[in-house]
């Protein structure tokens, strides 16, 4: 049974949850608001995990980092112009198609959900930490340091073995660690989308999945968006004919959409960039392998209509200087999220914190990730290609 589950790949697992969900939320009716249980808990462990992720990510991308004088600048400039428009075209997407109006979460049919979570449940949820080092602090709770200890101590284990001479072999033992226990939540996801889906349904109905279809449609739309910008780009800023990125880079785009990770698919890329599109080895190198640690324009513009999308669900009308707001952090977030599948989804608790918006609306998102991971990496790819070929400049080798 278990090996069954182990062999799924995750989406299967997810598209079954969000089915077996729906059944028992038209069976159970209201009674399934106790199944957002899970939902909670696997999102409390997200937002526990993000920072350190965040900041490891970084902190390694740098030291990897080989770049040379001239270059730097090209690349930093290209890499903030593109996320810049990548998070554009996304606000822009979000606000025009508004698809958070197609539901709107009631403070009451909220209130029904969280009352449910007074007494022993609360008191467990309590005790997960709400960060890595937060049960370490004067209030401190023992069982939270237990939590910390055990997870830590398990994906430890597999990498006890390995020498640590320099500091690039601390911050990958650290990163090995929290990727490991990232891929212990991610499993943990299909329980977290049958809870929501069982439980939005019972209590709600069908009205949060419509505004979800539109949300799925803008963020599709606002990446074609963003690939046609890098099309255009790539015509105008480079030797490389646009038409040759889809041919000679297609296995990079299929390698990113089926695996949902960047950095899975970098050699591929790399690989692409030289062998097929015959750009010069500093521009391929530098594309793919310090863009991808990154350039995640896709995530950004994620996080940025996510954010906008639950605010309009919760009918909350962010300023401009909220906008803004979200702007920048997704930029960061983006970041700071690892190429790994669902790393968008974890960045994204800090982007939502920002700006006060409740972190537990991430759960409605659950259940459509699985696709738009997929979608978004797939740019994010595309978005080290395009740097590349704007990297080798107008002239061929
Ligand atoms: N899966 C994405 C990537 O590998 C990151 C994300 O979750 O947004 O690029």
Redesign the pocket.
């Known amino acids: 049974m278990i090996n069954f589950w182990v062999k799924t790949p995750l989406y299967l697992r997810i598209i079954g949850a969000v089915l077996i969900g729906l059944l028992f939320g038209l069976i159970l009716g209201k009674d399934a608001a106790l199944l957002s249980i899970p939902a909670k808990l696997i999102l409390r462990l997200l937002t526990t995990i993000a920072p350190p992720l965040i900041l490891l990510a970084i902190v390694q991308a740098l030291v990897h980092a080989q770049l040379r004088e001239g270059q730097t600048a090209r690349l930093a400039k290209a890499l903030i112009i593109n996320t810049l428009a990548a998070i554009c075209i996304g606000l822009f997407v979000v606000n025009f198609i508004k698809p958070g109006s197609w539901s709107h979460f009631t403070r009451n049919s909220q209130e029904k959900i969280t009352s449910i979570f007074q007494g022993p449940l609360t008191q467990f949820l309590d005790n997960v930490p709400k960060s890595i080092l937060g049960p370490f602090t004067d209030d401190g709770k023992v069982i939270g340091v237990i939590i910390v200890a055990l997870a830590f101590g398990v994906a430890l284990r597999r990498l006890k073995d390995y020498p640590i001479s320099t500091i690039q072999d601390l911050l990958h033992i650290g990163l090995s660690s929290l990727t490991t226990i990232l891929n212990w939540i991610v499993n943990l996801v299909p329980f977290a989308v049958f809870g929501i889906v069982a439980s939005t349904i019972g209590v709600k109905g069908f009205s949060d999945f419509i505004a979800l279809g539109w949300f799925v449609f803008s963020v599709i739309f606002a990446l074609l968006l963003q690939a046609c910008y890098y099309l255009t780009l790539i015509r105008v800023k480079s030797w490389v004919p646009p038409f040759k990125i889809l041919s000679g880079a297609r296995d990079a785009l299929v390698m990113a959409f089926s695996t949902?990770?960047?950095?899975a698919t970098m050699p591929i890329t790399y690989a692409c960039l030289r062998n097929n599109i015959k750009l010069r080895e500093e521009s391929a190198s530098l594309g793919a392998l310090v863009g991808s640690n990154f350039n995640?324009d896709?995530?950004a513009l994620?996080e940025a209509m996510s954010a906008l999308f639950i605010a309009q669900l919760l009918n909350l009308n962010l300023t401009l200087f909220q906008q803004l707001t979200v702007a920048i952090t997704s930029i960061a977030a983006s970041v700071g999220?690892a190429?790994?599948?669902?790393?968008?989804?974890v960045t994204m608790t800090m982007v939502f914190g920002a700006v006060g918006l409740p972190t537990e609306y991430i759960a409605i998102l659950l259940t459509v990730d699985w696709l738009l991971?997929r979608c978004?990496?797939t740019i994010?790819v595309m978005g080290d290609i395009t740097v590349s070929c704007l990297l080798d400049g107008e002239t061929a080798e």
């Open positions: 949902s990770s960047s950095t995640n896709g995530t994620y999220a190429g790994i599948p669902e790393a968008g989804l991971d978004r990496t994010n």
